[in-house]
């Protein structure tokens, strides 16, 4: 039932993107009767595509086109994102959180902040709320809409027998977009672990296998895989009129377009605005307040591993089996803003772990520990980043793609408030594992960005961000921002659910502007 | 294969029996034969020393030296690509036998660490660490027996199978 769209149509939406932004909103614009052409740079892959090997799956899955990474980034790897139909999605590991009600307004509830760059969403938890709870029902989300909770597996058991030494009260196994029982065509988890490789039954949502195929099965949606878009154009008035493509084999085309969203994860997102400069927008469409590629978030992350008095096999069962939540509120008394989540979080295999457990160490000591992997437990510290205007992505000013685009500069440093909260952190994390009597405890630093956010931020004034509290740009009212890049805070949990509950939002918004002609 | 060994001989201080061909490459064989490498770029006491480099980062008594033979191989491989591998890993076990006046191998175990450790930072050295965590620890037949169990998809995952099978946790 897949459709395919001319060129010269200039009838239909163009959505850039097909992960948790772009797919989702392709679906509900193909749903509510809007014909859309989805451009997504990589390649489409099937369910028997997915094996169970991390280092095999890392190199079909990732974004491994070149970007340099400054400041706090690893220079050859500054994100761990995907490069295939259904995005991130196909990687992620299913942590669906809502954000609290205080991290919409972070300016009014944490004050000025030296070196942040604080601003209030110009969205509330409460006009969220409805989205929230489709994208929830949308996804299966445990723990929500009667959905029961997955079973937890050893490395959630180890965490919440320490957190219940410790003293925590908010533990349990998580609001996870993993099926516990059949729901909406796909079976319950089996326990595989390798979420984060790709769900080989897909237990897991990801657009790859619901978003997409039922934007399809409307006869209104055609996705181009392998199809990298390197510019939008835009006429006299102001107005985007479509995007160049390359196709795989690197020949450009023009798809026209009545309106343009970008869903290309936030380093690309920025890239392409900064990249579609004119004589019109000489610093990049919609950044006429100098916002664009600005303010990039990644949440303070951190990773704890324990070696246990006994047997874990951590890998076994769903990666993020589990979260304590005590820490997530705001309480300036622990010596920062925000608060942070504790998720479990295996390794990523033998090589993994050997990798990553103490960066550059070697020798008999380590070997030892190394030895003791069916011991280890592990959790994964993540929470929120205060945005910072020098935090960002530029364009190099010399070095280009294989399609003559400028490769992308990511540069981040952590803010002293990030360095506070990631200290907390491990030493609440340590504290669990040492309550049981861990026998050596290691405090991982981040890996490579999967959550990223905030270059194109939300601001209720256009002096202040790049669009508004629909994702609709500033400066051009048929320009659409649908990926983290709109959010205006990071927030402390994982990004994806709130990504999902916009672009649902954003696509009632543009269906309904659309059908009135105002576009 | 039909050339004439250059070199052959026990290796001193490593166990392991080395022929060297003319044209480059060479053979290295468990002193019982249990096990061959060969390679085909790097000479033999380049091959030689990798492998107990590779030992020397992530010793584990309880894996033969055959696991280790791996990381030389996929290094013989790079090296044969890419002349500029050779040359680094050929200087780079210069740079560790000229550290002491001995050959590196033959240095005592101490020893060995701190000349490994003067090297360090470089490029070389990066090199085969990484090649080392690659090979020895993604090799199905070794990671089992540290008890990382790989593919599961084909098993029905873990779901009955031991996700949640652990036993010492304190009731409180």
New interface residues.
């Given amino acids: 039932m897949s459709k395919t769209f001319e060129l010269k149509d200039d009838s239909v939406v163009v959505v850039i993107g097909s992960g948790a932004g772009g797919g989702t909103l392709s679906n509900e614009l193909t749903q509510r009767g809007v014909n859309v052409v989805c451009l997504e740079a990589g390649p489409r892959l099937t369910l028997s595509d997915i094996?169970?090997?991390n280092?095999t799956m890392f190199g079909r899955l990732s974004w491994l086109d070149k970007r340099i990474g400054t400041g706090d980034l690893n220079p050859g790897l500054p994100l761990w994102v995907c490069k295939t139909v259904g995005g991130t999605t196909v990687h992620w590991a299913g942590a669906s959180l809502r954000f609290q009600d205080h991290e919409f307004r972070v300016r009014t509830a944490y004050g000025e902040i030296l070196g942040a760059n604080l601003l209030d969403w110009p969205i509330t938890l409460q006009e969220l709320e409805p989205y929230y709870a489709r994208a929830e029902d949308k996804m299966g989300v445990t723990g929500t809409h009667g959905i029961s909770r997955l079973?937890?597996?050893?490395n959630f058991?180890?965490m919440a027998?320490g957190a219940?030494r410790v003293g925590y009260k908010e533990v349990h196994t998580g609001n996870m977009a993993i099926n516990s029982e059949d729901r909406d065509g796909r079976p319950a988890?089996?326990?595989?672990?390798?979420c984060m490789s790709g769900c080989?039954?897909g237990a897991k949502w990801s657009t790859l296998y619901t978003e997409i195929p039922k934007a399809e099965s409307t006869g209104r949606f055609e996705i181009r895989p392998e199809s990298m878009v390197v510019k939008i154009n835009h006429d006299d008035r102001g107005r985007v009129t479509g995007v160049v493509y390359a196709d795989k084999t690197g020949a450009l085309h023009e798809q026209k377009a009545r309106a343009v969203c970008v869903a290309g994860n936030s380093v690309e997102t920025p890239r392409l605005l900064l990249n579609s400069e004119s004589s019109k927008f000489p610093n990049g469409l919609a950044n006429s307040s100098g916002q664009v590629g600005r303010n990039y978030l990644r949440h303070m992350t951190g990773t704890v591993y324990a070696i246990m008095?006994?047997?874990?096999?951590f890998?076994?069962?769903t990666q993020m089996a589990g979260i304590i939540k005590d820490e997530s509120r705001h309480d300036p008394s622990r010596g920062f803003a925000g608060g942070y989540e504790m998720e479990t979080l295996p390794?990523f295999?033998?090589?993994g772990?050997?990798?990553n457990t103490i960066p550059?160490a070697?020798?008999?000591e380590?070997?030892k520990v190394?030895?003791m992997?069916?011991h280890f437990a592990g959790m994964w510290l993540v929470g929120e980043d205060l945005p910072q205007a020098s935090n960002g992505v530029i364009l190099h000013a010399t070095e280009k793609d294989q399609h003559g685009m400028p490769i992308p500069v990511v540069h981040f440093k952590d803010h002293p408030n990030d360095i506070a909260m990631r200290n907390h952190a491990y030493k609440a994390g340590t504290a669990v594992y040492q309550a049981?009597g861990a026998s050596q405890v290691f405090e991982l630093p981040p890996f490579p960005n999967t959550h990223n956010m905030g270059t194109c931020r939300q601001s209720e004034k256009a002096r202040d961000g790049v669009c508004n509290k629909y994702g609709q740009a500033h400066d051009i009212p048929n320009l659409f921002i649908s990926d983290g890049s709109q959010f205006t805070s990071g927030g402390a949990e994982n990004p994806t659910l709130t990504i999902v509950a916009l672009a649902i939002r954003q696509a009632e918004y543009l269906a309904d502007q659309l059908s009135k002609k105002e576009m | 294969m039909k050339a004439k060994p250059s070199r052959r001989g026990f290796l001193r201080g490593t166990g392991l029996v080395a022929m060297g061909f003319a044209t480059g490459g060479t053979i290295i064989c468990a002193a019982d034969y249990a096990w061959a490498l060969s390679t085909t770029a790097i000479d033999a006491h380049t091959a030689e020393t990798l492998l107990v480099v590779a030992r020397?980062?992530?010793?584990?008594d309880?894996l033969g030296d055959q696991y280790y033979a791996s990381v030389v191989d996929a290094l013989d491989k790079q090296a044969a690509s890419d002349p500029a591998v050779r040359k680094l890993l050929t200087d780079g076990v210069g740079r560790l036998d000229s550290a002491r006046g001995i050959v590196w191998v033959q240095l005592s175990n101490r020893a060995r660490?701190a000349a490994?450790k003067s090297v360090?930072n470089s490029e070389f050295f990066t090199t085969v660490?990484t090649a080392t965590?690659?090979n020895l620890?993604?090799n199905p037949l070794?990671?089992r027996f540290?008890?990382?169990?790989?593919?599961?998809?084909e098993h029905?995952?873990?779901?009955h199978?031991?996700?949640?099978?652990?036993?010492?946790?304190?009731s409180?």
């Fill in positions: 094996v169970n090997d280092g079973p937890g597996n050893n058991k180890v027998a219940k988890c089996h326990q595989i672990g390798f080989a039954i008095p006994g047997r874990v096999n890998d076994r069962g390794g295999g033998l090589a772990v050997a990798t550059g070697w020798g008999a380590y070997a190394i030895e992997y069916d049981l | 020397q980062l992530f010793p584990h309880r660490d490994l360090e660490r965590i690659n620890y993604a070794v990671y540290f008890g990382f169990e790989g593919s599961s998809v029905g995952g873990y779901i199978r031991g996700f949640d099978d652990i036993g010492w946790l304190p409180s």
